[in-house]
């Protein structure tokens, strides 16, 4: 997948293990599959702490970067012990060598370009 945005990895992995990871909840099926995401959000997508946390947020799962850094720490655990996740982490396949907050940086940059060519053919 290339240049994969968050939420299409949280809803891949949604639509594949029937599992809401936004859900307010602490059923072990549903910490499993949210400690994936962090895990791919993270080591995948190369995503800050803070906005793994602020992107839970925004999706309705209150977490905090602390939250975000135990799922990661614990997901190796977890996978050891539950086969199915081992499974759900290979059904994406990484081809872009572009982290998201790279990715993020690149469309920040644009926006700048953007601006100042129009402040420049505004001057003229």
Not at 5 to 34: G, M
Not at 41 to 64: D, Q
Request: some cysteine; proline content about 2%.
């Amino acid at each position: 997948m290339k240049d994969i945005k968050p939420i299409e990895v949280a809803n891949k992995l949604k639509n594949t293990s029937k599992i809401n990871v936004f859900e307010n909840t602490r059923k072990k099926e549903v910490v499993e599959i949210r400690m994936l995401l962090c895990y791919l959000l993270r080591e995948k997508l190369g995503m800050r702490w803070i906005n793994i946390a602020k992107f839970f947020s925004n999706n309705g799962k209150n977490m905090t970067h602390a939250t975000a850094i135990h799922s990661c720490n614990m997901y190796p655990a977890y996978k050891k012990n539950n086969k199915k996740l081992k499974e759900f982490e290979k059904i994406f396949s990484w081809k872009s060598n572009l982290t998201y907050d790279e990715i993020d940086k690149i469309h920040y940059l644009e926006n700048q370009v953007k601006n100042l060519k129009e402040k420049l053919a505004n001057c003229n």
